[in-house]
Structure formats: C-alpha cells, structure tokens
C-alpha cells in the first residue's frame, strides 16, 4: 500500500497516460525506422530503442502498480500534536542550533528543492511521532548521529 495525496495521485495518472499515449508510440516507431534499415544483429538504433522500449513499459508498470495500490491521505485528519505524513515540521540542530524545514510526503512526491522528504528517510523516520518541545536522535546512513529538536508542527 502506497499513501499519496489526491494531487500526487493525479501527477502519476498524468505522466502514466503520458508514457502510454506518447512515449509508447514513439518508441514503437523508433522500433520500426530501425528495422526498416536492415541487419538487426549489428544494428545500434534497434538496440537502444529496444532498450528504451523496455524501459519504458517497466516504467508504466510501476506507476500501474502504485496508483493501483495507493490510498489517498485526507489531510483534514491529520492531527498536528506529533509528527506525521504530509506535516510540515520545523526542527533545529541541537548541536550547531542550525534550523531546517521539511514537509514529510509519500516516496513519489519527494522533493528535496522544496523540502519535501520521504517519510522513509532515516530525518523522517526519527521524526515522526514527536510533539513540539521532544528530541529526535537520529541516526544518519554514515554512521553520525543528530539531535533534531521539534520547533513547530504544522499542515501547509
């Protein structure tokens, strides 16, 4: 089971319908231009496209996959007491008193430039649960690990 927010959901049933109606088509044409050029055992273009063309169906695969076992977050049920999907949490650095924002989302809507993060990071996983004022120690994959303390818990 996947969680998605209901605009999550729509960007994956877009870029599906996407990789089926244009994508698909393309490379089912690349396919045929390059057999259409004779010897297929020494033919580069027929290979990647090949390539590609596998590619892209376990691609579409996937995204089947996920929006077929997704279930959508209602927002308007989430309780901002603790840490949980789709909050937007402020924490500090205990040891350099350096602050950080994150919105924790489901795994196809991370995005790191806006500071959206996975709720399977280990930051994520360390936070979630926590109340405003309580300290997460987490363990970072090198081995170091951090005091974050909760600031602020909020839905944007």
Request: with cysteine.
């Amino acid at each position: 089971m996947s969680y998605v927010t209901k605009e999550g959901l729509e960007k994956l049933r877009r870029e599906l319908e996407q990789l089926e109606q244009v994508e698909r088509p393309k490379i089912t044409q690349q396919i045929a231009e390059a057999r259409d050029k004779g010897d297929l055992s020494e033919n580069a273009e027929y290979d990647a496209a090949k390539e590609a063309q596998g590619m892209l169906e376990m691609r579409i695969a996937k995204l089947k996959d996920i929006i077929a076992n997704s279930k959508i977050i209602d927002q308007s049920q989430l309780d901002t007491s603790k840490v949980a999907i789709l909050c937007t949490v402020r924490i500090k650095n205990t040891a350099n008193g350096q602050e950080m924002k994150y919105t924790l989302v489901p795994d196809t809507e991370t995005d790191l430039k806006s500071g959206r993060i996975s709720v399977h990071t280990p930051i994520a996983k360390g936070l979630l649960g926590k109340a405003v004022g309580e300290t997460a120690e987490i363990t970072l994959p090198n081995g170091n690990r951090i005091n974050f303390e909760v600031l602020e818990i909020t839905l944007d």
